[in-house]
């Protein structure tokens, strides 16, 4: 039996975010959930708007701790997370201590069972009031967030080395949001894509540059309108010096494009695949110190192109072409950046988990074969550690490690999720 080694040193894990797991959120997304554009979006497709209503999620604001131990036990040792903005800020300007608080708590809960918080600051959802002011098409937005990230950061840099700005902001967030109606605000507008595009980058950019001035601050010189929190117990010492190798990415969602084999079935393919999968890399490049990477499918959006790639195995769930091999592609034609490489996603929607191990084996292979010809990955990433509650699918589709019964919220952690547990504790994929 073939063995593949990983290098030392390299994570094994899963992610979350906030919107699909907390529950009792309220976002621009609760509220579009429940708006008369998306129930009648829904109905027209034939289906139960109930079923599409985060509520709840998986209550994991108040079962962080037993989801974390089961993290723990199955040999994870990073996590990626998301803050939910909107508690954070949920007026304009006032932050919520005790919602900062919980977050870290959170941190906390996974430093003590030895895994690695990754955080990612932004996964979709808008405060009210941000979202009633344009969300990302306000010429101010990126003053807003900044601010929002300066106030969490602060208070989290001491337990915190990985950071996420935004997550699919570009590939999947203002594609579905303005161009294609699909997402909140559910807009059709080919200027407001553009300018939604050019405000993400410029919210990263200056994100990433008040991280980076915060790290080099000493705690004694925070200078924010409210300051870390004080009022509260923090649940852990804060060191008067404290050294930090501070990282700060970009995730983004790159599917396989297949392209076609003429001439302008090629230079049409490329710019897809460029708008598609590296726009947000190339525009905020150099200011990014790792590139996060969420891959699951083929992408035939433009040309079906069938003759240059046969049809491959389907998910009928979310109707996915599976191709193991294009994470492979996608992590060499990432090499021209020159950045480390976290797997932060990668998943399959799979009700019965016949198929979740072997996707997982599967792509592993090919993710060793690209470290091999020159790719700098440090980790994969399962999505998701839960079934949750997904941003376009709702509770249809569940890709968990762990089967959530959404009626009581009690954890059962599947057969494939042991097997992935003995690659993260050997470091090694065997098959």
């Known amino acids: 039996m073939p063995i593949y080694k990983f290098p030392e040193g390299f994570k094994w894990g899963s992610a979350t975010s906030a919107h699909q797991i907390e ?10 959930e429940k708006s008369p554009a998306r129930l009648e979006q829904l109905k ?36 990626r997370f998301s803050i939910e903005w909107s508690r954070i800020e949920p007026e304009e300007g006032r ?15 996974l430093r003590d069972r030895g895994i690695e918080p990754m955080i990612t600051l932004w996964h979709f959802t808008n405060p009210i009031w941000f979202a009633k002011k344009g969300g990302f098409l306000n010429i101010d937005s990126t003053k807003y967030f900044t601010r929002y990230v300066k106030y969490v950061v602060e208070n989290l840099k001491d337990k915190v080395d990985l950071w996420i700005t935004f997550n699919e902001s570009t590939t999947i967030y203002s594609s579905f949001s303005y161009l294609i109606g699909l997402f909140p605000p559910q807009h059709k507008n080919i200027f ?4 939604a595009n050019r405000n993400l980058v410029r919210s990263h950019i200056e994100a990433y540059k008040e991280i980076k001035k915060i790290y080099n601050q000493s705690p004694a010189h925070f200078n924010i309108e409210k300051g870390p929190i004080t009022s509260l117990s923090t649940p852990f010492p804060i060191p008067k010096v404290m050294s930090h190798n501070v990282e700060v990415g970009i995730t983004e969602s790159n599917a396989h494009v297949v392209i ?24 905020a490049f150099p200011h990014y110190d790792f590139i996060g990477l969420n891959y699951y499918s083929i992408d035939r959006k433009v040309f079906k192109n069938f003759d240059v790639l046969p049809s491959q195995e389907l998910v009928s769930s979310k109707n996915w072409e599976i191709y193991p091999k294009g994470i492979y592609q996608r992590l060499l034609d990432l090499k021209r950046f020159k950045k480390p490489i976290f797997i932060t996603e990668n998943g399959i929607p799979n009700v019965t988990d016949d198929d979740r191990i072997k996707f997982i084996e599967d792509h592993l292979y090919w993710i060793w074969k690209a470290i091999q ?12 550690l839960l079934d949750n509650f ?15 019964d959404y009626n009581t919220f009690e954890r059962h952690i599947r057969p494939s999720a042991l097997e992935y547990a003995k690659i993260c504790r050997e470091n090694v994929l065997n098959i």
């Not at 932050?95 to 809960?109: G, L, P, R, S, T």
């Not at 001439?263 to 999968?277: D, T």
Request: with cysteine; glycine share 6%; aromatic share 18%.
């Open 260 to 283: 076609g084999n003429n001439f302008v079935k090629r230079i049409i393919g490329k710019l897809y695949s460029y708008y598609r999968n590296l726009y947000f890399f190339t525009k």
């Open 23 to 32: 529950g009792d959120n309220h976002n621009d997304w609760t509220e579009w």
């Open 373 to 384: 010809d020159g790719a700098d990955v440090r980790s994969y990433l399962y999505w998701s």
């Open 192 to 195: 407001e894509w553009r300018r």
């Open 390 to 404: 997904e941003i376009k699918d709702g509770f249809s589709v569940r890709f968990g490690l762990v089967e959530i």
């Open 95 to 109: 932050f919520d201590e005790k919602e900062m608080q919980h977050y870290i708590n959170v941190v906390k809960a």
């Open 44 to 79: 027209k497709e034939g289906k139960d708007p109930a079923n599409f209503i985060s509520g709840k999620a998986c209550d994991s604001y108040n079962r962080y701790q037993e989801d974390f131990d089961i993290a723990k036990q199955l040999n994870q040792n990073i996590h």
